[in-house]
């Protein structure tokens, strides 16, 4: 008997250092989020050469110059940001030809830097349109599969956007800050290092089937019911078919791929190799026409091999892996190393974590996931083509859509060797070493100037990277009734037309105010309710700031008044 405790306890006790010994290699030398990011923000100084990509893909905060991402572009066209986030979501439905909503998800306990902030009460909401417009005679409709990702954490007053950049050919990671109930809310870039320690290939990430943290799984819908019910949240139902993980994962994997294929675009055909990359859209084009003909083998897919010879990069093109390990929260089907890393973790009092996307203190005091869950986590790449592979092809003829081929079919009459000439006929410049955008090409080979929701910047306010300071108002205290009632809409909007109230300083954004004689009339709305100017009096009826302009007339009968100090602020318009 005695034996036999004797050696339990050695059992457990082996058992015990087998269990630390794990820990420790996995997690306690692990570099923090802050390390990992600040190592990556330093990459491309050491004097080496930077891939082609690189050189004209910049990992930079902001955007390149004359570019945006797709979000700022759907923002800026529609006015603002709306609030609450069931109207963001109605605002990406109405983009839909037939006004489907998009892919929503909710995860409670998921693997962003906002864990913290999400649970069954407000789990963490995503977002993805799944559409392709149609082309008009005078345009490009839009396509979204992969190319737009937004997630709200409600707890956090804070959206995640991943959207793409067609002019720099990149995604863009953005923060919408302060996004709350009578807040100002700030639409900024998120500062790029911290997003790519877990979005390790600048593209989309996603778990793997079966999605267990998702309410794809009825175990985890059914939390989130025991914990506000059964009515949609935000408009997103509670329960979901397994289908939309599924198809949110595809979505996923297609942005991801497009990140590969402008590197095959670019690092396969380097930095001289024009005609590299005339063949690659000619080939891409060839597949798109008729998939199921295409050959492989044929004697201008050798071509493009003879070109990639010399250019190619020795060690391949990685597609990065965008697939993390399934995780189970509900710990029903972990496995045993699994088990015993969430059992011998420091099981402590951690805090709320991270309140929003720039505290990477609190985030990094949460309880450690298994390595190989965990995001942070270096992963391999997918997969690595070589020189003898020709999937960039297959992702070029995928960034067209099925409108922009019925119009190159019709414009050509249907002879695709009419297409390929005219493709043979552009000139070399065109082929310079930049990002591949499908509208540049769609117009040279329409042979028009075509427009394009997503792509012109003219009209846009600059952008803003996620360090900048708020604006406090201590000075000029004639603002904080514009900050209350019209900085939502008028600081910080992507639209330059709507953005008449931003600015660094107090003065400035006084001096900006002041200029804008329009502000009288705006708000005027004893003068013009119930006129044909009533649908330019500010703030707009269907607005949050309208409701508390009225809130606040309802309980201190101050809403003339504080309409009348806002439009005494503004000059006249004749100055006596």
Sequence with gaps: MKISRILIALSS????????????????????ISEISQALAEQGATGQALPVHAQVIPDTDLPPEGTRSLFDHLIAQNDGLPYPFSDLITLIKNQHPEGKAPLSLLIPDGRSLLKGQADNHLPRILVAPDFEQDNTPAGLGLKTQGQLFVALVEGANEIEVLSYNEGAGRFEFQLVQNYCEGCVPRIVYARRAICLTCHQGGGPIFSQRPWQETNGQLSVANRIQGARGNDPYLKVAIEQPLATPERYDELTDVGNFRVATQRVWLDACGAEGNECRRTLLSLAMRYADQPGLFDAKSEEVQALLKLWENSYPEAGIDVPESDLANRDPGRESETFTE????????DINFGDGAKDNEDLNA??????????????????????LSKLDIDGVYGLANMFTESDLKNLNEAYDYKLDSLLQKIAELPASFFDAQPFSRVKVMKALL???LQYCCLDTSEMSPPRVSSAPKLEINEYPELKLFEQYCFTCH????????????GDDELTVLEKIKDKTEIRDALDWERYENTDKASTLMPPKDSVQYEMLIQAH?????????????????????GF
């Design 339 to 346: 088990w015993l890393y969430a059992t011998l973790t420091p």
């Design 13 to 32: 006790i082996g058992l015990l250092a087998v269990g630390i010994a794990y820990w420790t290699i996995n997690h306690a030398d692990k570099p923090s």
């Design 554 to 574: 309802n309980e201190h009968g101050s809403k003339e008044e504080a309409l009348q100090q806002m439009r005494d602020t503004v000059p006249g318009m004749f």
């Design 447 to 449: 042979d028009r100037d």
């Design 491 to 502: 600081r910080g909007n992507p639209s330059k037309r709507l953005d008449f109230m931003s």
């Design 363 to 384: 985030f990094e005091k949460l309880p450690p996931l298994p390595p190989r869950q965990d995001p942070l986590t270096r992963r391999p790449a997918k997969q690595t």
